[in-house]
Antibody, heavy 119, light 110 residues
Framework: QVQLVESGGGVVQPGRSLRLSCVGSGFTFSSHGIHWVRQAPGKGLEWVAVISYDGNEKYYADSVKGRFTISRDNSKSTLYLQVNSLRSEDTAIYYC????????????WGQGTLVTVSS | QSALTQPASVSGSPGQSITISCTGTNSDIGTYNYVSWYQQHPGKAPKLMIYDVNSRPSGVSYRFSGSKSGNTASLTISGLQAEDEADYYCCSYTTSTTRVFGTGTKVTVL
């Protein structure tokens, strides 16, 4: 079955950096676009970034552009999110989620990893 | 990109039907039929309920259906059951090749 497992979250001070990871299994990782979506405590879902199946195309939400970098290593079936210059408003559960192979919509989600930005 | 607009809450009694609206713009819902809906129970990851405006993934109850008119998409839950109580989010592909989620709707079964 499809599995997406995130890791790398934790408590970090404002202005510091963190790298989140997401390992996929149960599907052909290199055939799917994959996203990061976050959810602040008690709030709604916010789309963060997407990377194409081959890593050649990357798109970001305006709120994270210039601070976050999405990347992938298909040989390791792993997605990454480098988050820099963290702010308190970046505190959230970060989910990775994959697209259908042939349509730009999310069909499966991981369980998420919590990032808390606090001094 | 501003979030798609959903009502904050919708409620209904068991067996009734409810509809959740999701209003966007010509840059998202109005241009593409790539509208999906997700159900999220407290403390859980979202789950896909509808894609391509009105298609149901395998395993999702026939009681869930979707539609679209202009810049507004809708999710209807018929024969409301206690297990349907959750938060629901719409999502659309956009002309900027990004995605945008709705503000979310809390469904309460009375």
């Amino acid at each position: 079955q499809v599995q997406l497992v995130e890791s790398g979250g934790g408590v970090v001070q404002p202005g510091r950096s963190l790298r989140l990871s997401c390992v996929g299994s149960g599907f052909t990782f290199s055939s799917h676009g994959i996203h990061w979506v976050r959810q602040a405590p008690g709030k709604g879902l916010e789309w963060v970034a997407v990377i194409s199946y081959d890593g050649n195309e990357k798109y970001y939400a305006d709120s994270v552009k210039g601070r976050f970098t999405i990347s992938r290593d298909n040989s390791k079936s792993t997605l990454y999110l480098q988050v820099n210059s963290l702010r308190s408003e970046d505190t959230a559960i970060y989910y990775c989620a994959k697209d259908f192979p042939t349509r730009p919509q999310i069909d499966y989600w991981g369980q998420g990893t919590l990032v808390t930005v606090s001094s | 990109q501003s979030a798609l607009t959903q009502p904050a809450s919708v409620s209904g009694s068991p067996g009734q039907s409810i509809t959740i609206s999701c209003t966007g713009t010509n840059s998202d819902i109005g241009t593409y039929n790539y509208v999906s809906w997700y159900q999220q129970h407290p403390g859980k990851a979202p789950k896909l309920m509808i894609y391509d405006v009105n298609s149901r993934p395998s395993g999702v109850s026939y009681r869930f259906s979707g539609s679209k008119s202009g810049n507004t998409a809708s999710l209807t839950i018929s024969g409301l059951q206690a297990e349907d109580e959750a938060d629901y989010y719409c999502c659309s592909y956009t002309t900027s090749t990004t995605r945008v989620f709705g503000t979310g709707t809390k469904v309460t079964v009375l």
